[in-house]
Each structure stands twice: as structure tokens, then as C-alpha cells.
């Protein structure tokens, strides 16, 4: 089992989330989350006063799948949150130990598929 953790600008949300009902994800956890790459964050005016915005917004999204669906999910999650601009995120892929469905006590894949 493996955690497929992704990084991506808000604005691309729903194709990501599109993108991954197509490759058949069958779940996932999006979160609002804030925080700076290379981008370094930047400057915006407010009533003519200018101030450094240095943690940016951005969306987590996190799903998990077996090790033989990793690649499309990782390549999914890429070509649908690619803008081509600085900022576009980042996916990473950790191994999971182990799952527990709490309502049924169900472990490993069969926790995860529907």
C-alpha cells in the first residue's frame, strides 16, 4: 500500500479530482492547507499599502492505493495540476504499513476499495 501525496494550486482542484475518478480512485482526503516552495511567496496591495503574502495557499490531496496503481495515479494528479508556472505543486509517494476500515475492521486493500 502506498500514500500518494499531492501539492497542487487551488485552481486546479476539480481537474485533479476529475482526473482521478477516471484512473478509478475510489476515495481521497483534500485538504486547505498554506505554505512556500520556490515561488517564495509575493507581494499584494491593500488599500495602497503593500504587504508580503509568505505562505501562499494550496490544496492537499492524499490518496491511497496499491503499489500497481501508483504510476497512473501520480501521472493523473500531474497532468491535470500542470499549468506550466512556478507554484504548480508537488507529489510525493510514502509507504503505508497498514489500513483499518474503523466501521468493519477490514485491513489492507480491502479497507481502501469500496
Known amino acids: 500500500m ?11 482542484l476539480d481537474p485533479v479530482l476529475e482526473a482521478l475518478k477516471e484512473v478509478g480512485v475510489a476515495g481521497m482526503t483534500v ?18 499599502a503593500e504587504y508580503e503574502v509568505k505562505l501562499l495557499p494550496k490544496v492537499k490531496v492524499e490518496v491511497v492505493t496499491s503499489e500497481q496503481h501508483v504510476e497512473r495515479v501520480c501521472v493523473a494528479i500531474q497532468e491535470a495540476a500542470n499549468t ?14 497498514g489500513v483499518i476500515r474503523i466501521r468493519t475492521g477490514e485491513r489492507g486493500q480491502q479497507a481502501v476499495e469500496g
Open 31 to 48: 485538504s486547505e492547507v498554506r505554505g512556500f516552495g520556490r515561488q517564495r511567496g509575493k507581494t499584494e496591495v491593500y488599500r495602497g
Open 84 to 97: 506550466g508556472k512556478i507554484g504548480d505543486g508537488k507529489i510525493w509517494v510514502s509507504g503505508l504499513d
Open 2 to 12: 502506498k500514500l500518494v501525496t499531492a501539492i497542487i494550486k487551488p485552481s486546479r
